[in-house]
């Protein structure tokens, strides 16, 4: 079983459109993440949640709006995209809030968007 | 705000020798490091992690040091092999507990 799984796999939209990116982990956590890895490999914190309650918002354009039905769950719409939106957008959990001290982070495959 | 640097050549090695990676951070010393390793087309695998108060960590091949004064982490990997080409990401504390700040890592690539 895939410990974090995301989908889809790859993303190929239009300037203008909105989408959205799944994110599902089997692990029990409490605690989930949106990474945006950009070309320059840089892998930046986007959102975290936990239980269902955001914690970190890092300055990210509100065109970006994450959504956790359940801790189980962390999906991210993208309205209005952009060429620079263009990335790889991992999805991570971890099992506690203070994963880093005490403990990993798990991340998911990865969803590749490009923006055309 | 926090920063942390990593090779952004790659390192090229034979197998069978020691491939040892570099982590420099910036600013505050952060109460931990974490080191991962990321595939192509792949999300990052945690390998280590090493507290402040800590010096060395072992896991198998792998060996992590931690040096508060120089502001630096290295990574060994010992009796390197291909199957370890890959990039390695090193990962600090954020300004907060559970926020981690990544390098851009370093691409190692191991010669038969």
């Known amino acids: 079983d895939t410990a974090v799984s995301q989908t889809p796999k790859y993303l190929v939209t239009q300037m203008g459109n909105d989408k959205s990116i799944k994110c599902e982990q089997n692990?029990?956590?409490?605690?989930m993440y949106w990474y945006k890895q950009d070309s320059k490999k840089f892998l930046k914190i986007m959102f975290s949640?936990?239980?269902?309650?955001?914690?970190i918002n890092e300055t990210v354009p509100n065109r970006f709006s994450p959504k956790s039905p359940d801790k189980a769950h962390l999906n991210l719409h993208i309205n209005s995209l952009e060429l620079g939106d263009s990335a790889v957008y991992f999805c991570?959990?971890?099992?506690?809030?203070?994963?880093?001290?005490?403990?990993?982070?798990?991340f998911g495959p990865g969803t590749r968007l490009t923006v055309l | 705000s926090q920063k942390i640097e990593q090779n952004s050549e790659a390192l090229n090695i034979q197998e069978g020798k020691t491939a040892t990676l570099t982590c420099n951070y910036t600013?505050?010393?952060?109460?931990?490091l974490q080191w991962y390793r990321q595939d192509p087309g792949r999300g990052p695998v945690f390998l280590l992690l090493?507290?402040?108060?800590?010096k060395e960590k072992r896991k198998e091949r792998l060996k992590v040091t931690f040096d508060t004064t120089l502001k630096q982490s290295l990574f060994h990997i010992t009796a390197s092999q291909p199957a370890d080409s890959a990039t390695y990401l090193c990962?600090?504390?954020?300004?907060?507990?559970?926020?981690?700040?990544f390098g851009s890592g370093t691409r190692l690539l191991v010669r038969p």
């Open positions: 991570a959990s971890s099992q506690d809030l203070t994963g880093g001290l005490f403990n990993e982070q798990f």
């Open positions: 692990l029990g956590h409490d605690t």
């Open positions: 949640y936990n239980n269902k309650e955001l914690i």
């Open positions: 600013n505050y010393s952060p109460a931990y």
């Open positions: 090493i507290r402040e108060n800590e």
């Open positions: 990962a600090q504390q954020g300004d907060s507990s559970y926020k981690l700040i």
